[in-house]
């Protein structure tokens, strides 16, 4: 397979490793951290204790998260005709596809607290984005729990946690964290949880960048054979079908073949290394797609997300259903670091508001989950939503603003300036109106 990043593969490294700061003096290095960075930077120091103490998690799966950034379920293995990902596909042919996944907020860096934390970002004060709350003195990265007990954990590469003296907080979280961060450069026989973080359909490459960029950055990556024709692309009753919305659909899913290619590559490494059989992996999105009426909206096109988990044949049994299969299981973000616990015999703690649905101490399944809309960066909002299977239910406490306000980001997209031309020119129909009027309901 052709590699499409560097940064996803890396040689062995030796099993022994110096770690040394030789451009920083001793006062230097301590005026760096606050006086928590250091707690846990000692706490770090002694690790090797506790990894000799927690000897039986060598016996614990490996747990791979493969995230990816603003997608919908808009791949083949969902039913999706126009979209081109044979990797994705394959692998949710052995593994287990979660049909009701939703994330808690329509926009990265509150869903990101809530994961790391399993708790919900509306509790911890980090809804808002951008925000530097502190958490509260004994709240970790579930990551953290997982170190403590002789895992050794790996970042590639984005955090974004939304919180204060977020430095200290990926220090006590990760053992490698950054673009080189990778499940090889444990022990050998340590198990391992390493998050792998795909950028390639972020909001900036599916619909902001200029065109000249997209190309020069992502399309460049795609044979003309693979680029998708905006002429098939089918287009939602809520848009317009014009030019530009065309072409956007059509950029987006060139994104996500990418994106694609960069989930198979990591299979790969996984493969080679002799660790698939050893192995839990999940692959998912943040949230819902970075275009209009999908990102910072509490609609499905915001919070349903893809989500399937491989299990090897010796931890089946962990497993809600055969491979190959889907569940109808209502799952949340805020479960996600409670189930990670679980699977690997972590005790989970009091705090967490998640349920675990996967492992020995997965819970029966919740009725319903939950989302939220409050401020991204400089538009204002309060929205709350609520669903089960069958109704999505959205209470808007500010009726009077817009699903799509001004903002300067967003309206940096061809296609939503087009929108916000036809809606002053009164050519959008009642369907489209439901994103792009000036009010809304207050309850939807």
């Known amino acids: 397979m052709v590699l499409h990043q560097r940064w996803l593969r890396i040689p062995p490294v030796p099993n022994t490793i110096k770690i040394g700061f030789p451009d920083l003096s001793a006062k230097r290095f301590t005026m760096l951290f606050s006086d928590r960075a250091r707690v846990s930077f000692l706490l770090l120091l002694l690790h090797p204790i506790s990894v000799v103490a927690a000897a039986p998690?060598?016996?614990?799966?490996?747990i791979l998260w493969i995230s990816v950034e603003d997608m919908s379920a808009d791949i083949g293995?969902?039913?999706?005709?126009?979209a081109d990902t044979p990797?994705?596909?394959?692998?949710?042919?052995?593994?287990?596809?979660?049909?009701?996944?939703?994330?808690?907020?329509?926009?990265?860096?509150?869903?990101?607290s809530c994961l790391i934390t399993g708790v919900y970002a509306t509790s911890l004060g980090t809804q808002r984005l951008r925000s530097e709350f502190a958490l509260p003195a004994d709240y970790r990265g579930f990551p953290e729990l997982l170190r403590r007990a002789g895992y050794f954990t790996t970042n590639n590469v984005k955090t974004d946690y939304n919180i204060r003296d977020e430095a200290s907080f990926v220090l006590a979280t990760w053992d490698r964290n950054g673009t080189n961060a990778h499940w090889r450069q444990r022990r050998p026989g340590q198990p391992f949880f390493s998050v792998f973080n795909l950028m390639v359909t972020h909001q900036s490459r599916t619909s902001v960048w200029p065109e000249e960029q997209f190309e020069r950055e992502v399309a460049v990556k795609l044979p003309d054979e693979r680029r998708h024709d905006p002429s098939l692309a089918c287009i939602p009753p809520y848009f317009p079908d014009i030019p530009s919305v065309r072409k956007t659909f059509a950029r987006y899913y060139d994104c996500i073949s990418v994106m694609d290619d960069q989930v198979g590559d990591i299979l790969d490494q996984l493969r080679e290394d002799g660790l698939s059989e050893n192995t839990i992996v999940f692959f998912f999105s943040d949230h819902g797609r970075g275009l209009p009426r999908g990102k910072r909206v509490l609609h499905d096109t915001g919070l349903h997300v893809p989500m399937v988990v491989y299990f090897p044949k010796r931890y089946r049994k962990l497993a809600p259903s055969d491979p190959g299969t889907t569940t109808n299981r209502l799952v949340s973000f805020v479960d996600f670091g409670p189930s990670v616990l679980s699977l690997a015999g972590v005790e989970i703690p009091s705090h967490m508001q998640g349920r675990p649905f996967l492992g020995k101490k997965s819970t029966p399944p919740r009725s319903y989950v939950y989302g939220a809309r409050d401020r991204v960066d400089e538009v204002f909002d309060v929205a709350r939503s609520v669903r089960n299977h069958r109704f999505l239910y959205i209470r808007n406490y500010m009726p009077h603003l817009s699903w799509m306000p001004p903002e300067r980001y967003s309206d940096s997209s061809i296609m939503r300036q087009d929108l916000r031309r036809m809606l002053s020119e009164g050519s959008l129909n009642k369907t489209q109106m439901t994103y792009a009027a000036p009010r809304r309901s207050r309850e939807e």
């Open 87 to 112: 990797n994705v596909d394959r692998f949710a042919r052995t593994s287990v596809r979660y049909t009701h996944a939703f994330a808690t907020a329509p926009v990265c860096s509150p869903v990101r």
């Open 57 to 62: 998690a060598a016996n614990r799966p490996n």
């Open 77 to 82: 293995c969902y039913g999706d005709r126009y």
